[in-house]
């Protein structure tokens, strides 16, 4: 994506031939997930994913101006309408993210680049939603060495299960985005800071230990 917005930048390619080499490569992508679904390399290796990013790259590269806010809205409500569908009729049977994962992501692309929705946006702009987005990134870096963890501890009732995983992970994702993202990010030098960033690393390699040792 750099890349790109260096040559258009410096205008060493014209953007019509970046947009066709986007969709090219968005087309291949989505037809190697949909060729190895059943394959992990579809959930771990980047070409199988690449198109997922490529909606990405689209929402940073397409700007509407001057729309009118009905159209906004509609198609915020379908960025939601997606979403959902994929939430409440996507289950262990379905090979997941492979190219099933088009459905969701569709609809949060819709969602961000229709986002200045004057009524429908309001969903999510909200300070809860705000914050979890805050704390998104550290989120989705602690979340899944717990997930993994409880996945060897014996809990009876799968709800209370789902419980404490949705409760250690916010929790740690609150912890890291303080102590460790936003120092990172702001450069704090204070001692307070430095200690606590070296509790927060102590902390995750523990967990990340006790994973692995489960595991094993």
Known sequence: FTLIQLLKIKKIINFNII???IVIIFILSLFLSFLFQESKSSFFMTPFRMYEFIFGILAALIQFKNINNIIKEIFYILG???I???IIFYNDEHLYPSYLALLPVFGAFLMIIFGE????SKIL???ICIYIGKISYSLYLIHWPIFVL???IIIQNEMLKIFFILILSFSLAVF???FIEQPFRFNKETFLYKSFF???IFIISLLCITSVSVIY
């Open 19 to 21: 947009f066709i080499f």
């Open 80 to 82: 939601i309408f997606f």
């Open 84 to 86: 959902l569908l994929a």
């Open 117 to 120: 929705a004057k009524h429908s």
């Open 125 to 127: 702009n909200n300070p």
């Open 150 to 152: 409880f996945g060897f």
């Open 176 to 178: 890291m985005h303080k």
């Open 198 to 200: 070296k509790i927060s």
